[in-house]
Nanobody, 122 residues
Framework: VRVAESGGGLVQPGGSLRLSCAAAGFTLNHYAIGWFRQAPGKEREGVLCITRGGNSLYYVEAAKGRFTISRDNAKNTVYLQMNNLTTDDTAVYYC????????????????RGQGTQVTVSS
C-alpha cells in the first residue's frame, strides 16, 4: 500500500505544473487524499485535500484560485494542478491518504509519499 508523487520540476514564476499522486495497493477513491508541502526551513503544511465524496478543501489561502485538485478513478490517481506559481510555492510536495477524512495534519494520514520537488525561479 503506497502512494507516489510525480510531476515536480523547475518552473518560472507565473508558470504551471500538474503533480500526480498514484496509488498502489488500494482504491484511491475510498480515501481522502491530501497534498502537503514543506519549504526549506519551514514546517510541513497542508495545502489542499479531496474528500472521498470528491469535495475540495483548501488549507492555504494563497492556493485558492490557483490550485485545483482532481481525481481520475480509472487511473487511481489524484492530481494537483498549480497555476500562476510564485517563488513562495517552492517546496517539496507530498501526497497522503486517509481512510476517514481530510485534515490539515499530515499525522492523521496513514499512507504518505516520498515527495516531489517544485522549484519556482526565474
Amino acid at each position: 500500500v503506497r502512494v507516489a508523487e510525480s510531476g515536480g520540476g523547475l518552473v518560472q514564476p507565473g508558470g504551471s505544473l500538474r503533480l500526480s499522486c498514484a496509488a498502489a495497493g488500494f482504491t484511491l477513491n475510498h480515501y481522502a487524499i491530501g497534498w502537503f508541502r514543506q519549504a526549506p526551513g519551514k514546517e510541513r503544511e497542508g495545502v489542499l485535500c479531496i474528500t472521498r465524496g470528491g469535495n475540495s478543501l483548501y488549507y492555504v489561502e494563497a492556493a485558492k484560485g490557483r490550485f485545483t485538485i482532481s481525481r481520475d478513478n480509472a487511473k487511481n490517481t489524484v492530481y494537483l494542478q498549480m497555476n500562476n506559481l510564485t517563488t513562495d510555492d517552492t517546496a517539496v510536495y507530498y501526497c497522503a491518504a486517509s481512510p476517514t477524512m481530510c485534515s490539515s495534519a499530515v499525522k492523521l494520514y496513514n499512507v504518505r509519499g516520498q515527495g516531489t520537488q517544485v522549484t519556482v525561479s526565474s
